[in-house]
């Protein structure tokens, strides 16, 4: 969820609100019977495995063409695990953090380099492109609440998109790590439209640990990850969405204060220059 209420590494999911809902529930669809603990089971194991993914793109065509391993039959193979290359140490011991998580459209790089009529390949080489700028461009990250401050992580260092998007071909991260980007901060950066949303004005206790550069009284359009803790501290935090299929889902980030990708990119040029 986007206040990071969701299975930390370790834990195992407990599902007794599932069944008491499903054995307990009476209407026009109610079975005959109730269902067995392995029906359940079957029931909830299908329901975690369900995901969306991008099949094509109008220009580059099928994502899973020509050795590219985009689109959703791929992806259903793709091992996971919380902590799963996490840059925070949550990877298992002896295995590094690999900010190069997507390699998708590699076998795309050398059909860039022919013409062809339609421009399909074109499209595909800016694909490439677009996975490598993800993968690699140096981005200044600081002054990232629930980030920037936690033990052991420097005020200010060089990342990429994937340090927080760095769960393989998923893009997002493989904890439940809430962070405040500035997504949720009043007033906003000039890329974000927040027009239709609430601003809330918090009132911190005396002494109560606030986000570096706030003082008592915060205003925000979310407090985020605030709700459940109640922590000034956590004012605005939030975990990120998964970037897949973004490109059909407009408007973006959590609050919709994105109408573009455009803006979204224009969002962090200002934010992260």
Same mark, same amino acid.
């Given at each position: 969820?986007?206040?990071?209420?969701?299975?930390?590494?370790?834990?195992?999911?407990?599902?007794?609100?599932?069944?008491?809902?499903?054995?307990?529930?009476?209407?026009?669809?109610?079975?005959?019977?109730?269902?067995?603990?392995?029906?359940?089971?079957?029931?909830?194991?299908?329901?975690?495995?369900?995901?969306? !993914?991008?099949?094509?793109?109008?220009?580059?065509?099928?994502?899973?063409?020509?050795?590219?391993?985009?689109?959703?039959?791929?992806?259903?193979?793709?091992?996971?695990?919380?902590?799963?290359?996490?840059?925070?140490?949550?990877?298992?011991?002896?295995?590094?953090?690999?900010?190069? !998580?997507?390699?998708?459209?590699?076998?795309? !790089?050398?059909?860039?380099?022919?013409?062809?009529?339609?421009?399909?390949?074109?499209?595909?080489?800016?694909?490439?492109?677009?996975?490598?700028?993800?993968?690699?461009?140096?981005?200044?990250?600081?002054?990232?609440?629930? $980030?920037?401050?936690?033990?052991?992580?420097?005020?200010?260092?060089?990342?990429?998109?994937?340090?927080?998007?760095?769960?393989?071909?998923?893009?997002?991260?493989?904890?439940?790590?809430?962070?405040?980007?500035?997504?949720?901060?009043?007033?906003?950066?000039?890329?974000?439209?927040?027009?239709?949303?609430?601003?809330?004005?918090?009132?911190?206790?005396?002494?109560?640990?606030?986000?570096?550069?706030?003082?008592?009284?915060?205003?925000?359009?979310?407090?985020?990850?605030?709700?459940?803790?109640?922590?000034?501290?956590?004012?605005?935090?939030?975990?990120?969405?998964?970037?897949?299929?973004?490109?059909?889902?407009?408007?973006?980030?959590?609050?919709?204060? !994105?109408?573009? $990708?455009?803006?979204?990119?224009?969002?962090?040029?200002?934010?992260?220059?």
């Amino acid at each position: 969820m986007w206040d990071g209420r969701e299975s930390f590494k370790g834990q195992t999911l407990q599902f007794k609100s599932e069944r008491s809902d499903c054995r307990g529930h009476t209407g026009p669809a109610q079975a005959a019977q109730r269902p067995t603990d392995a029906q359940i089971a079957a029931i909830l194991n299908f329901e975690l495995k369900i995901f969306t !993914a991008q099949e094509m793109d109008q220009a580059a065509g099928e994502l899973h063409a020509a050795g590219a391993t985009g689109g959703p039959e791929a992806l259903s193979h793709q091992p996971f695990s919380i902590g799963v290359n996490d840059p925070l140490g949550g990877t298992p011991p002896g295995v590094d953090f690999n900010p190069v !998580a997507f390699t998708l459209f590699d076998k795309w !790089a050398s059909q860039g380099k022919d013409e062809d009529s339609d421009g399909r390949n074109a499209a595909r080489a800016a694909v490439v492109r677009g996975q490598s700028l993800f993968n690699t461009l140096p981005i200044p990250i600081s002054g990232v609440a629930g $980030l920037n401050d936690l033990p052991g992580v420097p005020a200010s260092f060089s990342g990429t998109c994937t340090t927080c998007h760095n769960t393989p071909t998923s893009a997002t991260t493989s904890v439940p790590l809430a962070i405040n980007i500035g997504i949720t901060d009043y007033p906003p950066v000039p890329a974000l439209n927040i027009s239709g949303l609430p601003v809330y004005t918090l009132h911190c206790n005396v002494g109560a640990v606030t986000p570096v550069g706030k003082g008592p009284d915060i205003q925000t359009t979310d407090p985020g990850r605030a709700l459940v803790t109640g922590k000034c501290a956590d004012i605005g935090k939030t975990k990120g969405p998964i970037l897949r299929g973004l490109a059909a889902r407009a408007p973006y980030f959590h609050n919709g204060s !994105a109408a573009t $990708l455009r803006d979204a990119v224009n969002f962090y040029d200002q934010r992260f220059n």
